[in-house]
């Protein structure tokens, strides 16, 4: 037997109700607040991926499903091609291959699957979802603003509420501008150079190649040199500092609350300046839901002109899995059940149910070759709220037997009436 590719999985009913529900309550958010929708190609050349997320990443050094995609004739090499195993990178790729500055600023949104190569755990697999949005534009229409920063940690605020996750932390702290960062890995490498032989060799490496990213390692026996470390807020410039003052003002100001960390880092190298996390409880240990951060330079890395950016991306899977551990249920089950009885009588309950459904009610269509005991059995099991009874007397009356599921009441309805009959009870 063929099975699903390990590190995958079918969404099956009823969880996709609950998806659809995330996905539709984050598009409400997104029209608010006048985000608009892009979608990008799943796979995109390869460099696109090393010159953006950075070489050193365990994404690109480890993670990443690239194939060399075969010329014509076959002899010829082709291009290297990679699965996107995040989506800033190709959105700031069509920026710059539609030249999309000339449309000032850009508040874009994204939802769609993404793949990585690395080991499945709860809640993470190798193909996976999510939501994630960027604004992206030159400096003159506001891009670099930390009014931009604030609304969009405000609209994921508002989008965690909405969909039921309250009990949500936001973690924020600021990586510097490009001369601070320097000043920074300087002083981190200094301060590792006489401990970094005791620390995990995946941890050593990120030493060499990036010491910013030695903040990402979660062995806990590395956490007390971790623990000991130059901290960022002490390397920040004065515009830095100053942007990153005004992005929590205006956070206080609209009443949407954080918490600074200054040992929050982000794991690609395009991030600079602001850098956030919103973390949930119902995840255990790996509890962030969602990050992002500002990119100021990724623009310019790709050959494009400067585009100043902020943006994040929500990990849809792990936000189905909290909701669904926190008991959320959205599935809307059906209003009611048309049984027919008897022969003749199916074309009689389509056309009814063609009416029901045409007034937005969720209808369950039964079979003229069940008997009654068996239909109410079939409504009961689905979980519908009435079921609605069509023989040949109720034909000929034009009035219908609707039976209360839960209560067991039964009435006789006009067909005219049925439709507010059924809604009312709701």
Excluded at 122 to 144: C, D, L, M, T, V
């Amino acid at each position: 037997m063929i099975k699903a590719i390990r590190g995958t999985r079918d969404l099956l009913p009823p969880e996709t109700a609950l998806w659809n529900f995330v996905e539709a309550a984050v598009r409400d958010v997104f029209r608010v607040y006048n985000f608009h929708e892009i979608r990008t190609p799943i796979f995109e050349e390869t460099q696109l991926f090393a010159r953006s997320v950075g070489e050193e990443t365990d994404i690109v050094s480890k993670e990443m499903y690239t194939w060399e995609d075969r010329g014509r004739p076959a002899s010829d090499k082709g291009q290297s091609l990679t699965l996107r195993p995040e989506n800033t990178a190709g959105v700031v790729r069509a920026y710059i291959e539609h030249k999309l500055w000339e449309r000032g600023l850009n508040k874009l949104y994204y939802i769609g699957p993404q793949f990585r190569r690395e080991r499945p755990q709860k809640g993470r697999y190798r193909q996976f979802y999510q939501i994630g949005a960027e604004i992206i534009g030159p400096a003159s229409a506001g891009s670099e603003s930390p009014a931009r920063d604030a609304e969009v940690l405000e609209l994921l605020a508002t989008f965690l509420d909405r969909v039921g996750i309250t009990d949500w932390t936001l973690q924020l702290n600021s990586i510097g501008c490009a001369n601070d960062r320097a000043k920074y890995n300087e002083a981190l490498r200094e301060a590792l150079a006489p401990v970094v032989g005791q620390m995990d060799p995946d941890c050593q490496r990120r030493a060499v190649t990036n010491p910013l990213r030695v903040f990402d390692c979660k062995v806990p026996e590395d956490q007390p040199i971790i623990e000991k470390l130059p901290r960022i807020s002490q390397f920040l410039d004065e515009p830095c500092r100053k942007h990153f003052e005004q992005v929590q003002e205006i956070l206080k100001s609209v009443g949407v609350e954080f918490q600074l960390n200054d040992r929050l880092v982000r794991g690609l190298d395009y991030y600079t300046r602001t850098a956030f996390e919103f973390t949930h409880g119902a995840l255990g240990a790996q509890n962030a839901i969602l990050g992002g951060g500002r990119y100021d330079g990724l623009s310019e890395s790709l050959g494009g002109p400067s585009a100043p950016g902020i943006g994040f991306a929500i990990g849809e899977d792990r936000l189905v899995m909290a909701l669904k551990e926190s008991g959320e249920t959205v599935q809307r089950k059906p209003d009611v059940y048309v049984a027919p009885l008897g022969p003749g009588m199916n074309r009689r309950a389509a056309r009814l149910a063609r009416e029901l459904r045409r007034d937005d009610l969720i209808t369950e269509l039964g079979d003229e070759s069940f008997r009654l005991k068996k239909s109410l059995e079939t409504a009961s099991k689905i979980g519908a709220r009435f079921a609605l009874i069509v023989g040949e007397n109720e034909v000929k009356s034009g009035a219908f037997a609707l039976k209360n599921l839960q209560s067991g009441e039964q009435v006789s309805v006009p067909r005219a009436e049925l439709v507010q009959k059924i809604k009312s009870s709701r």
